[in-house]
């Protein structure tokens, strides 16, 4: 049977290699730049917010195999969630990464998704690169101008 870690870094390399949702949005109303200085990581996130809904959601970027992927989850993550489920899902994966909780099953979301960053927890250099993406995100929805920075 295949070891769980390996099954994680098969999705963050499957992730990296093919990124979901890459590309510029051109109706974005909601969108930051990240940059994550250590590691040399880019992300811009483009989001479609109707209502409090979030409609559609892609990234532009480069940088290493996790920052990439984790943008690229993410995005897949957050289409069609309403803003108070984006919020809850931010501390969702913030709790997994930072004190290695296993997200729990919830009815709304399918949290194996942010499991599979659970890894990076291991590698405190890499827990930047993993969170770019998402505090990028989550600047957007506050309408931050000024580049995010994870230095
Ligand atoms: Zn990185």
């Known amino acids: 049977m295949m070891d769980i870690r390996d099954l994680y870094q098969e999705v963050i390399l499957d992730h990296s290699r093919r ?5 510029r949005l051109a109706d974005a109303n909601c969108e930051a730049e990240g940059d994550n200085p250590l ?8 989001l479609r917010i109707e209502g409090d809904r979030v409609t559609e ?4 970027g480069r940088g290493c195999a996790i920052s990439m992927a984790s943008a690229s989850l993410m995005t897949d993550m957050l289409r069609g969630l309403a803003l108070d ?4 899902l931010f501390q969702h994966f913030h709790a997994v990464v930072t004190h290695g909780e296993s997200a729990e099953a919830c009815d709304w979301i399918d ?3 942010l499991n599979v960053l659970s890894g990076v927890r291991e590698y405190p250099v890499r827990i930047k690169c993993a969170t770019l993406a998402w505090h990028t ?5 506050e309408g931050k101008r000024t580049p995010v920075r994870t230095e």
């Open 111 to 113: 949290l194996d998704k």
């Open 85 to 88: 489920e984006v919020r809850a």
């Open 39 to 46: 590691c040399g990581d880019r992300v811009h996130i483009y």
């Open 19 to 23: 990124p979901r949702n890459f590309g």
């Open 57 to 60: 959601a892609r990234f532009e």
């Open 137 to 141: 995100m989550k600047a957007a929805l």
